[in-house]
Nanobody, 126 residues
Framework: QVQLVESGGGLVQAGDSLRLSCAASGRMFSNYAMGWFRQAPGKEREFAAGISRSGSNTYYRDSVKGRFTISRDNAKNTVYLQMNSLRPEDTAVYYC???????????????????WGQGTQVTVSS
């Protein structure tokens, strides 16, 4: 079992920054890849960013490249999502997720991930 707890969401204006955190507990954190997904009202959950077990590989959806940065601190069992230059279209509930099956790479499908946090709301006003 893996427990994931997100924090750091909020209401910001376009152009502002936020940093999301996801604290993990349970199995050894360095044994699984981590991803951040988001879901806007009426839309499907979508991949935003992912990082491999070691942290050496990262991957982003095109719309967040250059604005979002994913990182992890395996000593603190925490993954982060630094979000800069936020846009109204970034408004969503953001979820962190753990992938226990993939080797040292990043997967982007919802079904590739085994455990999910409860989500944190990010709202960007124009």
């Amino acid at each position: 079992q893996v427990q994931l707890v997100e924090s750091g969401g909020g209401l910001v204006q376009a152009g502002d920054s936020l940093r999301l955190s996801c604290a993990a507990s349970g199995r050894m954190f360095s044994n699984y890849a981590m991803g951040w997904f988001r879901q806007a009202p009426g839309k499907e959950r979508e991949f935003a960013a992912g990082i491999s077990r070691s942290g050496s590989n990262t991957y982003y959806r095109d719309s967040v490249k250059g604005r979002f940065t994913i990182s992890r601190d395996n000593a603190k069992n925490t993954v982060y999502l630094q979000m800069n230059s936020l846009r109204p279209e970034d408004t969503a509930v953001y979820y962190c997720a753990a992938d226990l099956r993939t080797a040292d790479w990043v997967t982007v499908g919802v079904r590739d991930y085994d455990y999910w946090g409860q989500g944190t709301q990010v709202t960007v006003s124009s």
